[in-house]
Each structure stands twice: as structure tokens, then as C-alpha cells.
């Protein structure tokens, strides 16, 4: 039997093992959390993590994506107010972080136009993002250099 919180039981497993260098058994950790309720922001935002320390940006990418599309279920299906939480973080932050995530999938894919597009809504929902500013500056970097993307996961995503 299991109630609404046994999914995140895997999500504190996959943390534990994410602590201890365990990244296959993260993931499968991850993927039952997320079987166990489809969508799930902060699981797909995890996973979504995890594949960025896997180099996996089009499966991070589809996480991310997944995580932000769980936001706005979240909002029109049950009405989640703007100050709801989840986790400890503010709807509105793990919208920025699923967005940063979605923007850090996008530059390593080389599709800089969508990244910039990602980290100004960042951007829209706090001003302030300084991690969204960063990225916009890598951007801008890449983009008068040249050059392509950096391609090396140094957690800017978070």
C-alpha cells in the first residue's frame, strides 16, 4: 500500500545516491518516482539534472520541458496559487530552475536562440535571476566569438 508521499521516498533514495557518485541508481530511482506521479516537477527537474552530469542534454532537455509542462497543469488543473510550494521552493523558483535547466540543455545542443528565449523568461518571472544572467552573457560571449558552445557540465544549471 502506499500513500501520496511514497514517491518521494525514491526522490530522497535518488538524492542519496546522487550524493555518493551512484548516478545509474539515481536515475532508476528518478524514473520510478516519476512513473509513480507522471510530471512531477521536482522529480523531472531532477532528472533532468542528472542527465545535464550525464551529458544527456536532448533527455535532460525533455525533462525540463516535462517540468515546466507539470507547472502549468499544476496552476490550471488544481488552481496552485503563484506563492504554493513545493519542496520548500516557490512554484515561481522551480519555474526559473526548470527554465535555466531547459536554456543550459539548449546551449549545449548548440541552439542558442531557444536558450536565450528560456533565460529571459527566467528572467521575466525575477529580475534579479543573476544564474539567468550569467547564461545570457555566455550567450552573448558565444555568439560575438564565434564560438560554439562550451559543452562541459560545470552546474550552471541549478
Known sequence: MTGPDF?????????CFQALGRL???EASLRV????????????????HL??????WEGALVRFDDAIQGLHELRSIHGAPTGASLMGMSLRDW????????????????RLDEAEAA?????ALDANDTRAQTELNLIAHLRRQGLEPPGAFDDRAR
Open 7 to 15: 514517491p518521494d521516498a525514491y526522490f530522497f533514495r535518488a538524492f
Open 24 to 26: 545509474s541508481e539515481a
Open 33 to 48: 518516482a516519476l512513473e509513480l506521479m507522471p510530471g512531477d516537477t521536482v522529480y523531472s527537474c531532477e532528472l533532468g
Open 51 to 56: 542527465l545535464h552530469q550525464r551529458r544527456d
Open 95 to 110: 519555474h526559473r530552475r526548470a527554465l535555466r535547466g531547459r536554456g543550459f540543455s539548449l546551449i549545449e545542443l548548440g
Open 119 to 123: 533565460y529571459r523568461q527566467a528572467l
